[in-house]
């Protein structure tokens, strides 16, 4: 997996994106994506599988007070991530000081 950006701080407002690779050689699609302002997650959009069939997308969009509304378009569904597990990426620093790859 890949996340840019990396490490942004606790009061991030912007986008971060995550992008997965399968097979070899490694071909990268976008897996997800999270707004946040302030360092609060506003939408977590996910797509997945990553691969063109059966294609779901996901948004998970949390309200002022933290709760989570999803919307699904495809046939497949997960669980929203809860905002705290959201926010934690925008702290996470990547092993060996690899500015893309994280695990």
């Known amino acids: 997996m890949r996340m840019f950006p990396v490490n942004p701080g606790p009061q991030y407002t912007g986008c971060q994106w995550i992008w997965i690779s399968f097979g070899f050689p490694p071909a990268w699609n ?33 309200d002022a007070d933290g709760t989570v509304r999803k919307v699904i378009d495809g046939s497949w569904q997960q669980d929203c ?15 060996e000081n690899d500015s893309w790859t994280f695990f």
């Open 81 to 95: 991530p809860i905002s705290r597990h959201l926010q934690e990426l925008l702290l996470l620093t990547p092993k």
């Open 30 to 62: 976008y897996s997800a994506v999270t707004y946040y302002e302030g360092g609060t997650p506003k939408l977590h959009r996910v797509t997945y599988p990553p691969l063109p069939v059966q294609v779901t997308i996901q948004e998970c969009v949390f």
